[in-house]
């Protein structure tokens, strides 16, 4: 094998950053070289994880930078620290990879055909490193961590649900790269709902249930994201609730992800409910403004992009959605500075994000509801709100519309401080927590702001 002189790898790296940046990563740095034999350039990965990932995802443009910095015809491999010394990879990677160097058993003929083997190809960027916690997620957190150090034993089942783009995902691919990092000899199924009652199906029309239950009741840890697929299939529904029951017998762990709590299923069996309910049930819910600047923050090193604070705080003041929309603000950013070779700034980001504040809904809240309600229970005029006076006969009727408004609409934390008189984000913030906190110790006021919550909210 000969070795690569570090010219030709430095130039391979810069090719893939400069003509294939949205697939370049922090970890890239921890790659390394092996040597080149036989028109195979080998590269080590720091995890089989690492390595699965890049084999299934990033070979077309590895190879295409491999013949660059090289000029020679190279296929690019990857190998990790378990694979080169011949130890078989098991567990996640393993079980689904349909390509590459190192798959450990063969796939039996029924997880071939409508079988989605790329779904399962977990994301080294989908570690608890990555995963910025904070109020909205910190018990889901704490739950998948203590799961990942002791499976089968902390909580079984571990239930995390919440709306798109929360997270859901990003913990159990977590969980499942923390376990085979220290222990690559695990086995872990990793499947989405529909990959479940698809081979379930698939099965039962071959005859090969037996192959079935050999599949799904003899892993260490069975992961299945999004299970409130099973809403109203009742075969499938049945077929879960006996894999659930052998896997729970023998401690194994189960981890499953779904958009609604377990109640809140449609049509989901009482007794999958319960069993659902067992372990802990852990919901992820939107970020708070801190949150989203962390994750923004993340993002952005990930890609070892340097974005500036402002930026960051401008995107997490207009997009409060979810995770997944803040990091396409930032890939979005990163993909539009490349394009008009501009730099990432405030101009940019102002132009990416449109001038207009996000309008409210129809049928939803207006500003103008929140005043009239406050200005009349309150007796004080609008000027006054929007004045910079701090007499508490008006800061008090301002925080509540702040915290009204907040509850109430779309408007973003700025948005709102700018209308109640140029105040920033942080004051707006200010002013919920102390609504929140009064209300917590002083009952008239709590019953108060209630009441004008009903009032506006009866108006739409
Ligand atoms: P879900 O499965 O709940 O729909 P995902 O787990 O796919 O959401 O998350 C969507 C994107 O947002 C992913 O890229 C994920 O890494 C990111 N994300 C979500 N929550 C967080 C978080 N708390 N910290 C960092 N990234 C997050
Ligand atoms: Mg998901």
């Known amino acids: 094998m000969t070795r690569l002189d570090s010219a030709q790898w430095q130039r391979l790296m810069d ?7 949205p697939i370049c990563r922090q970890w890239f740095e921890e790659l390394e070289p092996v040597g080149m034999d036989s028109g195979w350039l080998e590269i080590q990965t720091a995890t089989n ?6 084999q299934n995802k ?29 130890k078989q990879p098991v567990g996640v990677g393993a079980a689904t990879s349909t390509s590459g160097t190192s798959v450990p058993r063969p796939l039996p003929d029924y997880m071939v055909g409508d079988y989605d083997a790329d779904q399962m190809v977990l994301s080294p960027d989908y570690s608890f490193d990555n995963f910025i916690s904070g109020p909205n997620n910190r018990l889901a957190y704490a739950a998948a961590v203590a799961v990942a150090d002791q499976p089968g034993t902390a909580y079984n089942p571990l239930f995390i649900h919440g709306g798109v783009g929360l997270g859901k995902t990003h913990l159990l691919q977590a969980i499942c790269q923390k376990i085979l990092n220290a222990n690559p000899d695990y086995q872990i199924l990793y499947v989405s709902c529909d990959a479940f009652m ?35 299939k009742e075969r499938s529904q049945e077929e879960f609730f006996h894999t659930f029951n052998e896997l729970y017998q023998h401690n194994k762990q189960i981890v ?28 992820v819910g939107k970020p708070c403004f801190e949150t989203r600047i962390a994750i923004l923050k993340a993002k952005a090193q990930l890609r070892s992009v340097e974005v500036p604070d402002e930026v960051i705080e401008l995107i997490a003041s207009r997009v409060d959605t979810n995770a997944r929309e803040l990091e396409g603000a930032i890939t979005n950013l990163i993909a539009h500075a490349k394009l008009q070779n501009l730099p990432i700034g405030m101009d940019l980001a102002r132009e990416m994000l449109g001038a207009e504040p996000v ?12 005043i009239d ?5 309150y007796n004080v005029k609008l000027q006054d709100l929007q004045s910079r006076r701090r007499h508490k006969s008006i800061t008090e009727p301002r925080q509540i519309c702040m915290w009204l408004a907040r509850k109430n609409t779309r408007f973003s934390l700025e948005e709102i401080g700018g209308y109640f008189g140029g105040r920033d984000h942080t004051t707006v913030m ?6 929140d906190a009064r209300s917590e110790t002083d009952a008239t006021y709590a019953a108060q702001v209630q009441q004008l919550n009903e009032q506006i909210q009866q108006q739409v």
């Open 49 to 54: 994880v690492q390595q699965n990932y890049l």
């Open 359 to 370: 309008a409210p809904r129809n049928n939803q809240v207006t500003l103008q509801a929140i």
């Open 198 to 232: 698809n081979q379930f199906f698939e099965c039962v029309r071959s005859g090969k249930m037996s192959e079935f239950h050999q599949r799904y009741r003899h892993v260490d840890m069975l992961v299945i994201d999004d299970i409130h697929f099973l809403a109203d």
């Open 256 to 283: 499953l992800s779904s958009d609604a709590a377990p109640n809140e299923i449609p049509k989901l069996e009482e007794r999958l409910i319960s069993r659902f309910n067992w372990g802990l049930v852990a919901q």
């Open 15 to 21: 090719y893939l950053r400069e003509n294939h940046g």
């Open 58 to 86: 990033c070979l077309d443009p590895f190879n295409e930078a491999a013949q660059h910095a090289t000029g020679a015809l190279v296929g690019v491999k990857f190998v990790s620290e378990s694979t080169r010394s011949a």
């Open 430 to 435: 200010h002013s919920i927590k102390t609504v």
């Open 373 to 377: 309600a406050v200005t009349n229970f």
